[in-house]
């Protein structure tokens, strides 16, 4: 009996925690959402949420890596992508992520719920005892303590996840944009070279005219 009722006050616990965490939103999803969009004529396009912008999804697509917009009315629902993708619609390996992936926050909201679960299990061992129940003290601090450790740890964890996604999407940004900058830079001198040797003809031209 009172082994039941220490885990009915865990599973309440955990319950409520995690019912707090952050669901997609079909209507208002979240940016930078790896999602799978299901549309009314039966496809599906995946990509990475930008924003919604009135009545439509701006998204970039993960075939065609542009940005690209979506009607409301025409989609179904979203659901969270199997794949998580960079700002150019390319997916990012678990591996790559990982050797990214610090555990700060995870150590933080770790110790940080230990502490708070600890506490609050004092609180609830006190309780259970002034009402009657026979239960250590002891008992719920340390199964609240470990509770408390594993929620938050948890929370931390997936702070150190999305973190280290973030910063895979913004270096391969910054690679991607110099690699274009660089095209651009070398296809204006192009241009530019093209442009003063159609001068120099205009010019040979105007001086064969004028002899």
């Not at 629902?77 to 794949?83: D, F, I, Q, R, V």
């Not at 909201?109 to 259970?128: D, P, T, V």
């Not at 340390?142 to 408390?148: D, E, S």
């Not at 740890?153 to 991607?176: H, L, P, W």
Request: hydrophobic residues 40%.
């Amino acid at each position: 009996m009172r082994v039941t009722k220490t885990f009915l006050v865990l599973f309440l616990i955990n319950v409520i925690l995690f019912s707090c965490s952050s669901q997609l939103s079909t209507k208002n999803p979240a940016s930078q959402s790896s999602v799978v969009i299901y549309i009314k004529d039966g496809s599906q396009k995946k990509g990475i949420v930008l924003k919604r912008d009135g009545n439509n999804l701006i998204y970039i697509d993960s075939k065609s890596h542009a940005k690209e917009s979506i009607a409301y009315e025409n989609i179904v629902k979203l659901t969270e992508a199997n794949e998580i993708y960079d700002f150019e619609g390319r997916p990012i390996s678990e591996s790559t992520i990982s050797d990214q992936q610090g555990l700060n926050k995870t150590l933080l909201y770790g110790s940080g719920g230990l502490i708070l679960g600890a506490a609050a299990g004092a609180g609830l061992g006190i309780a259970l005892v002034g009402g009657g129940l026979d239960l250590p003290p002891l008992v719920s601090i340390a199964a609240l303590g470990i509770a408390g450790a594993w929620v938050f740890g948890s929370m931390g964890y997936d702070n150190d996840f999305d973190e280290a996604v973030f910063d895979v999407r913004q270096q391969r940004y910054k690679i991607s944009k110099a690699k274009r900058d660089k095209e651009i830079n070398a296809e204006k001198k192009k241009l530019e070279a093209q442009q003063r040797e159609k001068e120099e003809l205009l010019k040979k031209i105007e001086k064969k005219k004028s002899e």
